[in-house]
């Protein structure tokens, strides 16, 4: 059920995606054509690129943890035994959880720092920036604690067949 959940939020970040990439697309493209054919431009396009450009990276790494996508020495981890595997992991998902964690700390410490900072074109508050993290570290905390859970309880697979670097799988 988490699962399912967890799967329409990320295609809901999947569209968030596509919507900053289109925005940062016109922004940029649109002040390069202002710049070079009327001499002119749109002066919150640099920042709001920048900002849009911060939020995508974040988006996009809640949805490729989602996936497995994030790099991985699967190699390492597929020459060990079951057990070693389920170790390997439970070692992993730990530690990505404890970096999450001080993620998150680090993340709204900074935001509510600069709360009242302001943007020097936009005078949007700098803790937007900040938000990112802590909306990462919000997004991909339930997502690590279930393949925890999983692991825990012995329903992420474990690979036994020979893994090449040629073959993959």
Same mark, same amino acid.
């Given at each position: 059920?988490?699962?399912?959940?967890?799967?329409?939020?990320?295609?809901?970040?999947? $569209?968030? #995606?596509?919507?900053?990439?289109?925005?940062?697309?016109?922004?940029?493209?649109?002040?390069?054509? #202002?710049?070079?054919?009327?001499?002119?431009?749109?002066? $919150?396009?640099?920042?709001?690129? =920048?900002?849009?450009?911060?939020?995508?990276?974040?988006?996009? /790494? %809640?949805? /490729? #943890?989602?996936? =497995?996508?994030?790099?991985? *020495?699967? #190699?390492? %981890?597929?020459?060990?035994?079951?057990?070693?595997?389920?170790?390997? =992991?439970? @070692?992993?998902?730990?530690?990505?959880?404890? %970096?999450?964690?001080?993620?998150?700390?680090?993340?709204?410490?900074?935001?509510?720092?600069?709360?009242? @900072?302001?943007?020097?074109?936009?005078?949007?508050?700098?803790?937007?920036?900040?938000?990112?993290?802590? *909306?990462? /570290?919000?997004?991909?905390?339930?997502?690590?604690?279930?393949?925890?859970?999983?692991?825990?309880?012995? =329903?992420?697979? $474990?690979?036994?067949?020979?893994?090449?670097?040629?073959?993959?799988?």
């Amino acid at each position: 059920m988490v699962s399912k959940w967890i799967g329409y939020y990320c295609r809901a970040l999947s $569209v968030l #995606l596509v919507v900053l990439l289109a925005l940062m697309v016109v922004l940029v493209f649109g002040n390069v054509v #202002l710049r070079y054919a009327f001499n002119s431009g749109i002066t $919150v396009s640099e920042e709001l690129s =920048r900002w849009f450009f911060v939020w995508l990276t974040f988006t996009g /790494a %809640v949805i /490729a #943890l989602h996936e =497995r996508h994030h790099m991985g *020495f699967e #190699l390492l %981890v597929f020459s060990l035994p079951p057990a070693g595997q389920r170790a390997i =992991r439970i @070692v992993g998902l730990a530690l990505m959880l404890w %970096v999450t964690w001080l993620l998150f700390q680090g993340s709204l410490a900074q935001a509510k720092i600069n709360w009242d @900072v302001t943007a020097p074109v936009t005078g949007f508050s700098m803790a937007w920036i900040y938000g990112a993290g802590v *909306f990462f /570290a919000l997004s991909t905390a339930p997502i690590l604690l279930l393949d925890l859970w999983d692991v825990l309880h012995g =329903r992420l697979p $474990v690979r036994t067949d020979d893994y090449s670097v040629h073959g993959g799988e």
